[in-house]
């Protein structure tokens, strides 16, 4: 991609946002404090506005920061494992070497993410979608030439502009950055303009502004086995390309660099309808926040004049000034002319009005669906109902999240560590074109769909054998196939392939146990033909009389 092109771009993706800036702008003064004004220039930190007096009620705040912690403890949650590797094809996930690879992958990719800072830049992610509707992060190696991990970035919004395809996906992502010389330069050594090299010394503290665009090289497919272990590609025939360049004069700065996938991803809260750009729950809320705002302002005020009253006094009442701090002299002509100004103020008609408001807005950010209820403990059944309301009001969002987001990130780093060489090596049944795999989720929410399922068909067998016992008929029991049962629910919860045999082990443990219990009823034929046989000659021996000589007495006629 040249670079006339990327500032073109770039200056037009500039101006079409600021129309939603402005909201964003807002959200930021009074519910994402601290996030960085979008109208404001930050470049020194001296610039930055530590006090954000224009909050006076923190209700929005801490209803955001609520929500985003509920999202990464249901679904990323750094506690419990979060996600899992499984075969499209089930024969393939029967088969236990390969499904006990898999598990070995899914295990690598899980720790390569947990030992990264995946779980403080993600936050950091949450906030934003729960506040601007929209996210960026991004997902590189730590080092290009060996495996040393990877790492992740929350980029800010007000830095970030991109483009995408059909999808909906990342096509183009840009970032403007602001920096010094002496950072350009410690970044692309001499690979930089002489104007930079030269405001190294004359003007150290001035920052200069720095397109950096990642784009996608049409003629470079993305694929699975290309730069696999030991098949690195050069920089510029990767599927992705990126490039640094000053703004204002388009010259570039380092050399064009490249990556096997998209490392940049934006998830979003909702998708705005014709825009590029979610909403977010701080969106719907913004109009009850800013009245509460408002409000508690006028209430503040009300109140300072019925602590501190204004005070009335009739023409030449008073001689001197009126003092009225302590030990304060005041000089009057008549006392009983001078009187304190009431405002009537109905402190209990605005407490009134502004508790709903603040019911609203924890409403808009789900807290009162999200948070326990205050009791010293919760029964395992209100637990799970309260997982439920959280699936059916996150559900949406969960979907998406997964498809922008965490898919491709997954991905990545699965593609990351096959091109490092860190898996085991591929056994020969994963090799026959039929390992397409699927990402499955087992956060919080996951899981209880999954424990939902998971009771259906133990409610299920047990319907039916109250049937059967109620009826009498035993062929209800006949209608479940238990070994699909089994192997279902091992599936559904996420049992580990070592703990379970593969198909053709249980068949042969079926087909051993069969030929046992021909050998079992075999032996006990013989043994009764054996008992038969021997209770026989026994009766022939009574016969024959105590004394064994074989005769009969003939009946005498």
């Known amino acids: 991609m040249e670079t006339d092109l990327i500032r073109k771009r770039f200056e037009a993706l500039f101006t079409q946002r600021k129309t939603v800036e402005s909201t964003w702008d807002v959200i930021e003064r009074f519910i994402t404090p601290y996030r960085g004004g979008f109208f404001q220039d930050q470049r020194q930190e001296t610039s930055i506005d530590w006090r954000k007096r224009e909050v006076y009620d923190s209700t929005a705040v801490m209803s955001h920061q609520n929500l985003a912690a509920s999202l990464h403890g249901s679904i990323t949650s750094p506690s419990i494992r ?96 602001s920096w010094t010389p ?57 599927p992705y390309g990126f490039k640094y360049m000053i703004r204002s004069s388009g010259d570039p700065l380092g050399d064009e660099g490249g990556y096997y996938e998209m490392p940049a991803f934006v998830p979003r809260w909702r998708k705005t309808n014709d825009s590029m750009w979610g909403n977010s729950p701080a969106m719907i809320a913004l109009a009850d926040v800013l009245t509460l705002n408002q409000l508690i302002e006028m209430v503040l005020r009300s109140a300072e004049k019925v602590i501190d009253p204004p005070t009335l006094a009739e023409e030449r009442t008073i001689i001197s000034d009126l003092v009225l701090k302590a030990a304060g002299l005041t000089v009057v002509r008549d006392i009983s002319k001078i009187r304190p100004f009431e405002s009537g103020a109905r402190f209990d008609v605005s ?39 959280m699936q059916r009001l996150l559900g949406p969002t969960l979907g998406r999240l997964q498809s922008d987001f965490l898919d491709l990130l997954i991905q990545r780093t699965f593609n990351m560590l096959y091109r490092a060489g860190q898996f085991p090596a591929i056994p020969e049944s994963v090799k026959d074109g039929k390992s397409a795999m699927d990402i499955k989720y087992l ?26 016992a109620t009826t009498q008929d035993q062929k209800v029991l006949k209608v479940p196939d238990y070994v699909e049962v089994a192997k279902g629910l091992g599936r559904m919860l996420t049992v580990p392939a070592k703990m379970m045999r593969d198909e053709k082990k249980v068949d042969d443990e079926v087909k051993a146990d069969e030929e046992r219990m021909e050998e079992m009823k075999e032996a006990a034929a013989l043994q009764a033909k054996g008992d038969a046989t021997q209770s026989v000659g026994a009766g022939m021996m009574s016969l024959q009389g105590p004394e064994g000589e074989g005769e009969m007495e003939q009946e005498i006629v």
């Open 182 to 238: 002496i950072q350009i330069i410690s970044k692309f050594g001499t690979k930089v303009p002489q104007t930079v090299m030269d405001a190294k010394d004359s003007q150290p503290d001035t920052k200069i502004d720095i397109i950096f665009c990642i784009f996608e090289r049409p003629k470079y497919r993305p694929s699975f086995d290309a730069g696999g272990p030991g098949k690195k590609l050069a920089p510029k025939r990767r």
């Open 443 to 468: 956060g919080p929410l996951n899981r209880a769909q999954q424990v939902d399922a998971v009771a259906g068909v133990e409610r299920w067998i047990a319907t039916l054998g109250n049937i059967a």
């Open 351 to 389: 407490q009134l009005r502004i508790e709903d408001l603040r019911e609203a807005i924890q409403s808009y950010f789900f807290v009162d669906k999200l948070e326990l209820k205050n009791s010293p403990a919760m029964t395992a059944t209100e637990a799970q109902i309260r997982y439920d309301l």
């Open 82 to 177: 979060w996600f899992d590797l499984t075969f499209q094809d089930e024969k393939m996930n029967d088969s236990k070497e390969s499904k006990e690879w898999l598990e070995e992958c899914s295990r690598i990719t899980y720790d390569a993410i947990q030992e990264s800072n995946f779980n403080l830049e993600v936050n950091e992610t949450y906030q934003d979608i729960c506040g601007y509707g929209t996210s960026v992060i991004t997902e590189e190696p730590i080092d290009d030439a060996q495996w040393r991990g990877i790492q992740f970035a929350s980029i800010p919004l007000k830095q970030c502009y991109f483009e995408q395809n059909w999808e909906g996906k990342v096509y183009r992502l840009y970032r403007l950055l």
